[in-house]
């Protein structure tokens, strides 16, 4: 067995590696697998809260498709909540969606015409459905300024 001394160091190393790495943190929070793990949803982790109930779409645009389609494909320029501070905001001169005085005077209708279209910089979104359309018109009023 003159492998074994070997081995042993390799597993010594990776573990202390992988601890320095942060695992110290993550052993603290390891909790008991439960059942009720399993029956999550998809897409969810336990303990997550669903932004909306499941099977409610009928009622407007499901959120987390919303957000998603916010940071795949607005973030970017827009930022987070939409004030034009995405890595590439100031590069493309991406207006602060959240602006009150902006918000008071663009209907709905208006933002959705932008974002199917596009306009100068700002990309056409028309491959978009109209219910992320509207889901993201609605995400971007959430993040009025006050
Ligand atoms: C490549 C950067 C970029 C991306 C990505 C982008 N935008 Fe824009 N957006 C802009 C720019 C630049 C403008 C200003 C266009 C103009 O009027 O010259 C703009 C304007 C807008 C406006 C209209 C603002 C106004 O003054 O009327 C809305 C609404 C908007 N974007 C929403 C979105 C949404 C929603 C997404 C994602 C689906 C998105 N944008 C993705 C750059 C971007």
């Given at each position: ?66 957000e ?22 100031p ?32 990309p ?23």
């Open positions: 067995m003159a492998m074994r001394p070997f081995v042993l160091t390799t597993l010594l190393l990776g573990s202390s590696l992988a601890f320095a790495a942060g695992c110290d943190r993550s052993s603290r929070d390891v909790r008991e697998w439960k059942p009720t793990d399993h029956e999550q949803p998809l897409g969810q982790q336990p303990g997550q809260v669903a932004a909306r109930p499941r099977g409610s779409a009928q009622e407007g645009p499901d959120q987390s498709l919303v998603l389609a916010w940071q795949r494909n607005c973030a970017s320029c827009h930022g987070q909540r939409g004030k034009g501070d995405g890595p590439q905001g590069m493309m001169r991406a207006p602060d969606l959240t602006r009150a005085d902006w918000q008071a005077q663009v209907t709905d209708d208006q933002m959705a015409d932008v974002i199917r279209k596009g306009r100068n910089r700002m056409p979104f028309g491959n978009l459905p109209d219910q992320v359309i509207t889901g993201l018109v609605g995400r971007i009023r959430a993040n009025r300024s006050p």
